[in-house]
T-cell receptor
Framework: GAVVSQHPSRVICKSGTSVKIECRSL??????MFWYRQFPKQSLMLMAT?????????EQGVEKDKFLINHASLTLSTLTVTSAHPEDSSFYIC???????????????FGPGTRLTVL | DAKTTQPPSMDCAEGRAANLPCNHS???????VYWYRQIHSQGPQYIIH???NNETNEMASLIITEDRKSSTLILPHATLRDTAVYYC????????????????FGKGTKLSVKP
């Protein structure tokens, strides 16, 4: 399958600071990228969907001013957690959908995740 | 909300087949059945997907009932590395636009493969 990378894999920061997480599709172009959040022992929750060159669409209950998403190219999306607080500590996972092919079921590939701990 | 129901956990002996069931009784005609798995502290990994025919790839087989209300993921020879949470997801074609093509995760089945 296609490869999606995330950086950093782990970050610890102080409360009030901002953290940027990068998501890259390494061997394919992704028109659409997704950001998920996963708290311990829970399932993945979709936070937002971003299409290259346009504004992200946020799921209900996700603050767009707190979680800034930029999808500037077909291979890169960034999530910035602004003024992070301890309750933002979580596992953040990005996903990218391959645009190659015309099937209605383009597979969605996931990055390895970023563990954010806010002190 | 997730549109699937899966048992919370299952055990399987190493080397034996693991059969993971999934109920999706409200599946629509334009929705596919997807399976992903998540090994601890990693991102989900795509396994297989299907619409109505049974599918097989190098990782697993997917059996979908004729009425499409349920499916079974089969790992033919489970190994210890197959221990993971397995997610069954129904998803519309992305060509319907909007959020119908998004992958929405339920709670999945925690499969434990034991030696």
């Amino acid at each position: 399958g296609a490869v999606v990378s995330q950086h950093p894999s782990r970050v610890i920061c102080k409360s009030g600071t901002s953290v940027k997480i990068e998501c890259r599709s390494l061997d394919f172009q992704a028109t659409t990228m997704f950001w998920y959040r996963q708290f311990p022992k829970q399932s993945l929750m979709l936070m937002a969907t971003s299409n290259e060159g346009s504004k992200a669409t946020y799921e209900q209950g996700v603050e767009k001013d707190k979680f800034l998403i930029n999808h500037a190219s077909l291979t890169l999306s960034t999530l910035t957690v602004t003024s992070a607080h301890p309750e933002d500590s979580s596992f953040y996972i990005c996903s990218a959908r391959d645009t190659v092919g015309t099937g209605p079921y383009n597979e969605q590939f996931f990055g390895p995740g970023t563990r954010l701990t806010v002190l | 909300d997730a549109k699937t129901t899966q048992p919370p956990s299952m055990d399987c002996a190493e080397g034996r087949a693991a059969n993971l069931p999934c109920n999706h009784s409200t599946i629509s005609g334009n929705e596919y059945v997807y399976w992903y798995r998540q090994i601890h502290s990693q991102g989900p990994q795509y396994i297989i997907h299907g619409l109505k025919n049974n599918e097989t790839n190098e990782m697993a087989s997917l059996i979908i009932t004729e009425d499409r209300k349920s499916s079974t993921l089969i790992l033919p020879h489970a190994t210890l590395r197959d221990t993971a949470v397995y997610y069954c997801i129904v998803r519309a074609s992305i060509y319907y636009g909007g959020s119908q093509g998004n992958l929405i995760f339920g709670k999945g089945t925690k499969l434990s493969v034991k030696p």
